[in-house]
């Protein structure tokens, strides 16, 4: 797999200098190769800010760091970028990581700081990390400590929300999204990156509160200021438009998902969405109708006790006993 070429790049890196030879120093660099290794990590850093499931951008994102380091092992901005590199290669879904991803990326950012202790975007990753991790205090001391350094990184308050909202604060969370919203969609994909993401777990709050309004405004604001290759937006949006009772809408939002790039959750949330609508349909007494879209849910997904267990503690859980007779007819 991919993901395995972006480690051969970067981890023997990680290998060489965190291991072996972390304490040696390397060649002063002149401001001229200053701004050289600048410009590269610059363009490692779009690269991954364009990252929407696509293993190539890792890849080269990966080689441009290794070519950095090569040059000059001293050079704290590249080890922000292995870091990101190193969480973006071992992300599964949601917040599951492979093991060991997070341990890897807080090495690369501790060598950051190490080398450039006034580095700000070593603090932003890192909070994020300690955020992961469960170490709450950790992630406010080190976004805080970012913002004095004077970094002007949009996910700050993003990750300071992600803080909030993993210990289900959502007002206080809420706050600190809508910071990130204030700035708008903005000019580079950083920013858009950023508004985005935070108007998506805007929505997951306006799930929480079964503020089903408020999620069906914020899905269409996401959805649109989505990047084209942004598939996970409109997937997310989707799922949590039919756990919220929104089907129609969900399967519109998973259709266009899976348009732009085939993969799992998409299907299975489309899958969820399918199975939904025609469960309503055979509890508005037309099960004729609902057919078709019983139908192609069970082509996506035959596990419908599966998928019925899912409609628990959702605003469709009365429609689960449709979908175990259905179960038992088949």
């Given at each position: 797999m991919l993901y395995k070429q972006i480690y051969k790049w970067i981890l023997a890196f990680a290998i060489t200098l965190f291991i072996s030879g972390c304490g040696q120093q390397g060649e002063i660099a002149t401001d001229a190769s200053i701004d050289a290794l600048s410009d590269k990590t610059k363009q490692a850093q779009v690269i991954l800010d364009n990252y929407y499931g696509k293993r190539e951008n890792l890849v080269l994102a990966a080689k441009l760091v290794s070519e950095i380091l090569t040059e000059n092992d001293q050079y704290a901005p590249a080890y922000a970028q292995m870091s990101r590199i190193i969480l973006l290669g071992g992300h599964v879904v949601s917040y599951d990581f492979r093991g060991g991803t997070?341990?890897?990326?807080?090495?690369?950012?501790?060598?950051?700081?190490?080398?450039?202790?006034?580095?700000?975007?070593?603090?932003?990753?890192?909070?994020?990390?300690?955020?992961?991790?469960?170490?709450?205090?950790?992630?406010?001391?080190?976004?805080?400590?970012?913002?004095?350094?004077?970094?002007?990184?949009?996910?700050?308050?993003?990750?300071?929300?992600?803080?909030?909202?993993?210990?289900?604060?959502?007002?206080?969370?809420?706050?600190?999204?809508?910071?990130?919203?204030?700035?708008?969609?903005?000019?580079?994909?950083?920013?858009?990156?950023?508004?985005?993401?935070?108007?998506?777990?805007?929505?997951?709050?306006?799930?929480?509160?079964?503020?089903?309004?408020?999620?069906?405004?914020?899905?269409?604001?996401?959805?649109?200021?989505?990047?084209?290759?942004?598939?996970?937006?409109?997937?997310?949006?989707?799922?949590?438009?039919?756990?919220?009772?929104?089907?129609?809408?969900?399967?519109?939002?998973?259709?266009?998902?899976?348009?732009?790039?085939?993969?799992g959750v998409a299907q299975y949330n489309l899958s969820y969405c399918l199975y939904g609508k025609g469960a309503e349909l055979v509890s508005q007494g037309d099960a004729a109708q609902a057919q078709p879209f019983l139908e192609e849910a069970y082509q996506l997904n035959p596990d419908i006790m599966g998928v019925a267990d899912d409609f628990l503690n959702t605003d469709i859980e009365h429609l689960r006993e449709i979908l175990i007779n259905k179960q038992k007819s088949v």
């Open positions: 997070h341990e890897k990326a807080r090495m690369a950012l501790e060598r950051a700081i190490e080398l450039d202790p006034n580095y700000a975007e070593s603090y932003v990753l890192m909070g994020y990390v300690d955020s992961l991790s469960g170490r709450p205090d950790s992630a406010d001391m080190n976004l805080m400590k970012a913002i004095r350094l004077g970094s002007k990184n949009p996910w700050i308050y993003n990750n300071l929300a992600d803080v909030k909202f993993h210990s289900k604060s959502f007002n206080e969370a809420d706050h600190f999204y809508k910071k990130t919203v204030k700035l708008g969609v903005g000019e580079t994909a950083q920013q858009r990156r950023a508004y985005v993401s935070a108007l998506t777990q805007q929505m997951n709050i306006a799930y929480q509160r079964s503020d089903t309004e408020r999620l069906v405004r914020l899905a269409s604001l996401a959805t649109d200021a989505a990047a084209p290759e942004d598939a996970w937006t409109w997937g997310n949006s989707g799922g949590l438009l039919c756990r919220s009772g929104r089907l129609d809408l969900g399967i519109e939002y998973n259709r266009k998902a899976l348009s732009i790039m085939s993969y």
